[in-house]
């Protein structure tokens, strides 16, 4: 019988790429962080810790958290994209007034 315990994953959006999962072990976890294992290295068998939730990147239990977390954020980018637009052709006609055209 084997004292290995089995691994756990999260799954992490975020860093580089478009759409980007990421599948993710980590040794454990509190409500604001986790923590990953060094599997190489002159820090094998450490661990680091990571926020779950930073301005660059998210951590999610499952895969379809972390996929809709991407869509609501895509969703969120277009809007922003549409506004911006708005005021854009709003400044342009303002422009166009004021020019006499």
Known sequence: ??????????FKTGGYGVGLIERVEITRETENSVWL??????????????SK???F???HDTWQDAAQ???????AEVERY???LKD???????LKAMAGK
């Open 1 to 10: 019988m084997s004292n290995q315990k089995e691994p756990v994953y999260k």
């Open 37 to 50: 294992p060094f599997h190489s290295g002159y820090r094998q068998g450490q661990e680091r810790r990571e």
């Open 53 to 55: 939730r930073s301005s």
């Open 57 to 59: 990147h998210q951590y």
């Open 69 to 75: 977390h991407l869509v609501a954020a895509a969703e």
């Open 82 to 84: 549409r506004q911006g």
């Open 88 to 94: 854009a052709e709003s400044d342009l006609e303002a």
